[in-house]
């Protein structure tokens, strides 16, 4: 299966602060509250917000731009895993669903039993679960319009990202229940799959991140909100580290393995789980020498038929987990595997391909999209890494609002 690629970097205003973050004085930024966030570095937002309000014009620029983001959101949502027509075998209307997409009905049984594989033909059975592309609405939305209330102040974004958060996560009627017990499904085979947990992991930190900034005193979000999104955090978090499914997807050795557990450590953070989260951080550390070689590739991911995409796809939850591990005191930007493994080399691995184009890359790739290392170099060109930062203006921009 395609899994788009996740943003890093959402927004220039994430990289904007990089100058004044550098210099030695902050001068008053820092009287501020930076924002609890789990990825984002908070002060970066603090940083950013001051330039803006002293009149950078690069930086208004940008903020039109996620305002515009922003203004698009509010006529749309909140969304509920209530909403879909009947709830997954096993299951209730309040556990997220989703279906295999490329798993279709046996043409020669009564029943459609056992449904068989069409490689990359989508079946059209799978909108009956509206719950994951819901799921990317709310990832998306709640980012952009908390920080679209952070830098502007207006309320009308913080009210809607915190109807759209209350009505996924709290409300009564309409909450998810905190497990991923029926995600990607395969009719007649199984109720939901420990692989469907990415449904989640890929961008679920994105929400995180977004409460945390409603968390600094947002309008419409109470305490009471907050103390309740903490509560169903902490479950979701059990359900993660410790279900079957959970355990499962968290040994995998190959992209979903590192998302699984950058997804846990980021809870663990969120929900105040401090040993459980250190040991996560350290255990990135592992996937870096195991999946990682002394020249910057990654065998796993360049034995796949999309070896580029998914090359940048794992390349993202390592840099993600790092900047997750920066806030319990682990550096993983600076680590070194035994052979000389580091997240650096990985990125420099993908450069030629990233600022030359698919002549550069030497392995399978069945759909070369050049944008599909941009985030991950810019992350790696705002953490000091020379060669991604002279490879920064030779990027392509994603072909994305
Ligand atoms: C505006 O902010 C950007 C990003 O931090 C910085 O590179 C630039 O120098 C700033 N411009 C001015 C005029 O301060
Ligand atoms: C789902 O429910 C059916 C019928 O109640 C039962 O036979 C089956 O074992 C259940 N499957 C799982 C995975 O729990
Ligand atoms: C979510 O955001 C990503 C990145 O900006 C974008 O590629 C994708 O189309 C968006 N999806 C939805 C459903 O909003
Ligand atoms: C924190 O994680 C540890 C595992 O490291 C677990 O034993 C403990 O129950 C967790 N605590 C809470 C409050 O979830
Ligand atoms: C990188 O290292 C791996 C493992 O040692 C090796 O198989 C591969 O050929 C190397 N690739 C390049 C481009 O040097």
Request: charged residues 15%.
């Amino acid at each position: 299966m395609i899994l788009a690629m996740h943003v890093l970097y959402t927004h220039l205003l994430l990289l904007a602060a990089k100058s004044v973050a550098a210099l030695p004085n902050h001068g008053d930024s820092h009287s501020a509250k930076a924002p609890d966030t789990v990825v984002i570095d908070g002060h970066r937002l603090v940083d950013a917000k001051a330039q803006l309000n002293r009149g950078n014009d690069s930086l208004k620029a940008s903020l039109d731009h996620l305002v515009g983001q922003a203004d698009s959101w509010l006529s749309q949502g909140p969304w509920t895993v209530t909403s879909k027509a009947n709830a997954p075998p096993n299951g209730t209307i309040h556990d997220y669903a989703s279906q295999a997409p490329y798993w279709w009905p046996n043409p020669n049984s009564a029943d459609g039993c056992p449904y068989i594989n069409k490689d990359g033909v989508r079946n059209p059975e799978v909108d009956n679960y509206p719950d994951k592309i819901d799921s990317i609405k709310l990832f998306n939305s709640t980012y952009v319009l908390s920080l679209a209330w952070y830098y502007t102040g207006n309320p009308k974004y913080s009210y809607h990202a915190a109807d759209i958060i209350r009505t996924w996560f709290l409300n009564p009627e309409t909450a998810m229940n905190p497990n991923l017990d029926h995600a990607q499904i395969i009719p007649c085979a199984n109720t939901g799959r420990s692989i469907g947990i990415i449904d989640f992991s890929q961008d679920y930190t994105e929400v995180i991140d977004a409460v945390a900034i409603l968390n600094t005193g947002a309008p419409g979000w109470s305490k009471t909100d907050a103390a309740a999104f903490h509560e169903w955090n902490k479950r979701f978090l059990i359900w993660l580290a410790y279900s079957p499914f959970g355990v499962e997807e968290s040994s995998a050795t190959n992209n979903h393995g590192t998302f699984a557990n950058m997804q846990i450590t980021a809870l663990a953070l969120f929900t105040g789980n401090h040993s459980l989260a250190l040991s996560k951080a350290n255990l990135a550390k592992d996937f870096i020498d195991n999946q990682i070689t002394s020249n910057g590739s990654q065998p796993q991911e360049l034995a796949r038929t999309r070896s580029f995409h998914y090359s940048n796809f794992d390349l993202t939850a390592h840099l993600r987990w790092a900047l997750i591990a920066r806030k319990l005191g682990v550096d993983l930007f600076k680590y070194e595997g035994p052979q000389g493994q580091t997240l650096f080399k990985a990125v420099n691995f993908l450069v030629p391909a990233a600022t030359g184009g698919a002549s550069d890359w030497a392995y399978p790739e069945l759909q070369f999209t050049q944008y599909a290392a941009t985030d991950n170099i810019h992350a790696a060109a705002q953490e000091g890494d020379l060669t991604a930062e002279g490879a920064v203006k030779k990027l392509q921009p994603p072909s994305r609002e």
